[in-house]
């Protein structure tokens, strides 16, 4: 590789080979060459080529290129470390910024800010061991690809990572270059300089204004990270990953084009790199190839998923019963998606049935249709960030959610304040915080409100006071996102009182990887909303005739709750409690579960305020 000090310049990409002798997460030196592997998995390919350029000093890249399980998982793992004066700095990050990454405890439910934590502990480790590693440096590029679904992508420095979706090269990361980072070196008092040559230097130095080590110029530079991610979907057919080598005679698409006609990806990388070379391009070029199964494999995949099948299945059966599917776009980037009547009836009442944390709300709300279709005009809507819901506005509170709601209900004509349009809602878990949050925003709307095993009335102070079993928000974050079989398994039993038995591994993990695996960060903050600054004396009192139903058994909000909402509400509140439920008890006791629905919703409400709580 080229050095980016003085006079050179310098560039890399991503190069994929076995395992040296860095460890499970660690790569080769390469300086030259060029081989390929596959995922244990699934049909995703990888192929590299390295090709030194014309520079009188050794090749100074690192790399990592391999498939790895690592906490049930599998891990696809890319990176090039570009060093220039010594090859001492990406020796260091090829032995130790994958396993800092990994390391982090919140890598599962925030790879964003996981990612962007380690490179920054890698970088003052490098500083803190200059001595022994020399004043040079290092660019990076790394990719994880999760379970052949999830694409992360980090960089510093110039190399770069193009994807290609539906033969559309999407260019993933950002080249950090003086030039375009100006401000940021002259706020931190350094300066930017074409001599020597004709490209923009840091202090006339470096020709990156991102990189790891660099301790002479490091007050002047940036190490942090540009983090971003993809889904891997059956549209998605290549990753690229070059050096600028590359890139500066090659455009995006250009090389998607040339690759994409090359069905294996070694040949492919050659193929980029041999055209380079034609083009003249004087500097180290390495590229890495990773070709995706493609549409046809993929939906050939999800016929051998029970999850998938499960969820085909529920799509069959929610036609079936008399709805379709839509989706509506609300604006400002939000989408939802929504099971509604193929035809709203106006002679009927109108009931909106909101899911909780877990799959999409087919899996939730499966066995209620049969018992309501025929009474109602129903609406199961996908809460933001599941299923197909998502928005790309910043707000993650429960009252976002319920104003998107609205809007989607009042965009079907299901509800109508000027024409006294008015429904019943029904709120599982998280769904329940939504429901409430509805009922006070829109009480001219929303007439009748179920609320099950919903910890609306909780307060911060609860979690450390030892109510629930969990200890803090991560812990919660890790059993209410699961990403491990035994995760999963602690989430079954922390919901049912008798968990059901015998689920073999695969199945939990197939579950894993279709339902659990999109959208963590953003569940998370969800999490984090419901949390954060909660006080009873905060929360509005509503007055829609309630029904409240918690599992006796509940293990996630525990019955106290119960009771603190019914106190709360009063006396326009009833509070049914269903023995040897837990707080999946829809699922667990769903005739008794239905029954009192059905009591509630199809008829007036029994209660009188005198009323004790009912158990059955």
């Not at 070029?285 to 494999?297: E, P, Y």
């Not at 604006?331 to 009836?345: A, F």
Request: proline share 4%.
């Amino acid at each position: 590789m080229m050095q980016k000090i003085g006079k050179m310049r310098g560039f890399v990409v991503i190069a994929s080979g076995g395992c040296g002798s860095g460890g499970e997460f660690s790569g080769g030196r390469s300086s030259g060459g060029s081989g390929k592997g596959r995922s244990h998995q699934g049909p995703i390919k990888y192929g590299f080529n390295l090709v030194k350029g014309k520079a009188n000093h050794p090749m100074e890249d690192y790399h990592v290129a391999k498939f790895v399980q690592y906490h049930g998982r599998e891990l696809g793992l890319f990176a090039i470390y570009d060093g220039h004066l010594g090859d001492s700095v990406p020796s260091y990050l090829q032995k130790h910024l994958f396993p800092n990454i990994l390391k982090e405890e919140e890598f599962w439910t925030d790879p964003n800010r996981s990612i962007s934590k380690a490179y920054e502990r890698t970088d003052q480790a490098i500083l803190s061991h200059s001595p022994d590693l020399g004043r040079g440096g290092s660019t990076a590029v790394t990719a994880i690809i999760i379970n052949g679904r999830k694409l992360w992508v980090a960089n510093v420095g110039d190399s770069r990572a193009v994807l290609s979706r539906g033969g559309q090269a999407i260019q993933l990361t950002i080249d950090h270059e003086p030039n375009t980072e100006r401000g940021s070196i002259e706020d931190r008092g350094g300066f930017v300089s074409n001599m020597p040559g004709d490209v923009a230097r840091v202090n006339g130095q470096l020709a990156v204004s991102r990189a790891f080590g660099d301790k002479n110029l490091k007050s002047h530079l940036r190490s942090d990270p540009d983090v971003t991610n993809a889904d891997i979907d059956g549209d998605t057919d290549l990753l690229i990953l070059a050096s600028d080598g590359l890139w500066k005679v090659m455009a995006n698409q250009e090389a998607v084009d040339i690759a994409k006609k090359i069905r294996d990806p070694q040949k492919a990388a050659k193929q980029l790199v041999v055209e380079a070379l034609h083009r003249e391009s004087k500097d180290d070029i390495s590229c890495v190839v990773v070709r995706f199964g493609g549409a046809l494999k993929l939906k050939m995949a999800k016929c051998f998923s029970f999850t998938a099948s499960r969820d085909f299945f529920y799509r069959y059966f929610f036609a079936y019963t008399g709805l379709r599917s839509v989706t509506a776009d609300l604006g400002d980037n939000t989408v939802i998606h929504c099971w509604v009547p193929k035809i709203h009836i106006p002679t009927k009442p109108t009931l909106l049935l909101i899911h909780g944390f877990g799959a999409n709300a087919m899996w939730q709300y499966s066995d209620l249709l049969r018992h309501f279709v025929p009474r109602f005009n129903v609406y199961v809507p996908d809460l933001l960030f599941f299923g197909r819901s998502s928005t790309g506005r910043p707000e993650r509170n429960e009252a976002f959610q319920a104003r998107c709601l609205m809007r989607l209900m009042e965009a079907h004509g299901a509800v109508s304040v000027t024409e006294k349009k008015k429904m019943s809602l029904v709120g599982i878990s998280y769904g329940g915080f939504v429901g409430y949050s509805m009922a006070v925003q829109f009480p001219e709307a929303v007439e009748r409100i179920v609320l099950c095993c919903t910890g609306v009335c909780l307060e911060e102070k609860d979690v450390e006071s030892g109510l629930f079993k969990v200890a803090d928000l991560d812990e919660a974050a890790s059993i209410l996102m699961p990403q491990t079989v035994d995760k999963l398994r602690e989430l079954m039993k922390l919901s049912y009182v008798k968990p059901p038995r015998g689920l073999p591994s695969y199945i939990l993990s197939d579950f894993i990887q279709v339902m659990c695996t999109d959208h963590l960060k953003e569940k998370r903050e969800l999490i984090e909303e419901i949390l954060k600054d909660r006080k009873l004396s905060n929360i509005p009192k509503i007055n829609q005739r309630t029904l409240i139903i918690w599992g006796e058994q509940d293990q996630i909000f525990p019955l106290e709750l119960g009771h603190r909402l019914k106190s709360h509400i009063g006396e326009n509140a009833e509070l049914v409690i269903i023995k040897n439920g837990g707080h999946a008890v829809n699922l667990e006791r769903p005739k008794e579960f239905t029954k009192h629905l059905k009591t509630f919703l199809h008829g007036s409400f029994l209660s009188s305020p005198t009323d004790k709580e009912r158990e059955s």
